[in-house]
């Protein structure tokens, strides 16, 4: 009886057919999560599947994709542009409850997962600057805060530093070294001419393509308009200047340090929309 079983599971198996005791696997949906989306910006993300019997149908259940998306029914991509937001912190909104995306297999078995899609406004500031400042009001539960001057501006692009030292946050390229004086701790090193360098800093404004404020960021943005680093008053080249990746507001510029520079404490600054780092924050060099 076994080896007429085995023998009829093989023939089955070589003609093509599914035998009646082998299971095809329980149909789901494997992905976990969706990128997020901006207003006037293009969109595309697809959903994947596992089990059941190909081919698959797809469908955003009953609720409906944000306002210029659609799901193909075929490969289950999630596409098009953006028209409205539907970002909404708060628990009162929905909080932006997650969607029901559906699967339904060629024998009609279907699952369902649940994913969020938030579709954000692009940060857009107006006017442009506000070099007078502008009281700003922080509301907490309820509660307001005394008003405070700010200055609004395109950026305000600033240096992260070592905790109280002068120094700029820094690495070196490749080995993503310390660069400080060593006199702050084991691991930090001294940079010099012709090294990678790279500084993380905040406040570089607007990046390309845009990215929501606040939030974490979708792949690597560029910085939309040029900066410049000078280093002990000497140009720098700039090799790049992007949002790091899986964070917010974090921003990363390299430079290779020019040659001719002095060692020891050195000044750094960069420049961006027209508005500079402090004064104040240095890079430790060596020769």
Not at 21 to 34: D, E, H, K, P, Y
Not at 67 to 73: E, H, I, Q, R, Y
Not at 190 to 213: C, H, N, R, Y
Not at 251 to 277: E, M, N, W
Request: charged share 5%.
């Amino acid at each position: 009886m076994l080896n007429r079983w085995v023998f009829g599971s093989m023939a089955f198996a070589l003609l093509g057919v599914n035998h009646p005791l082998m299971a095809q696997g329980a149909l789901s949906i494997t992905t976990t999560s969706l990128p997020y989306g901006l207003v006037g910006t293009p969109y595309s993300a697809t959903l994947n599947a596992t089990g059941g019997t190909p081919p698959y149908t797809w469908s955003a259940g009953n609720y409906g994709l944000p306002a210029g998306l659609m799901v193909s029914a075929a490969t289950g991509t999630v596409g098009g542009t953006p028209t409205l937001a539907n970002f909404c912190p708060r628990s009162s909104c929905g909080g932006n409850s997650p969607l029901p995306f559906q699967v339904t297999d060629s024998k009609g078995v279907s699952a369902t997962a649940n994913l969020g899609l938030v579709v954000y406004d692009p940060l857009v500031i107006t006017p442009s600057s506000l070099p007078q400042g502008v009281a700003v009001v922080m509301t907490n539960q309820g509660t307001d805060s005394p008003p405070f001057k700010v200055h609004l501006g395109a950026a305000a692009p600033a240096f992260f530093q070592f905790g109280a030292s002068k120094y700029a946050v820094a690495t070196r390229y490749p080995d993503n070294a310390l660069v400080a004086n060593p006199s702050l701790g084991a691991g930090f090193v001294g940079a010099k001419a012709g090294d990678i360098v790279t500084l993380w800093a905040t406040g570089f404004g607007p990046t390309s393509p845009a990215q929501p404020s606040g939030a974490l960021t979708n792949g690597s943005p560029t910085v939309a308009q040029a900066v410049t680093v000078t280093v002990g008053g000497i140009a720098a080249e700039v090799i790049g200047a992007v949002l790091s990746p899986g964070l917010a507001g974090l921003y990363q510029v390299a430079v290779r340090l020019p040659g001719g520079v002095p060692t020891g404490d050195v000044l750094i600054k960069a420049s961006v929309a027209g508005f500079s780092t402090p004064d104040n924050v240095y890079l430790f060099l060596v020769q």
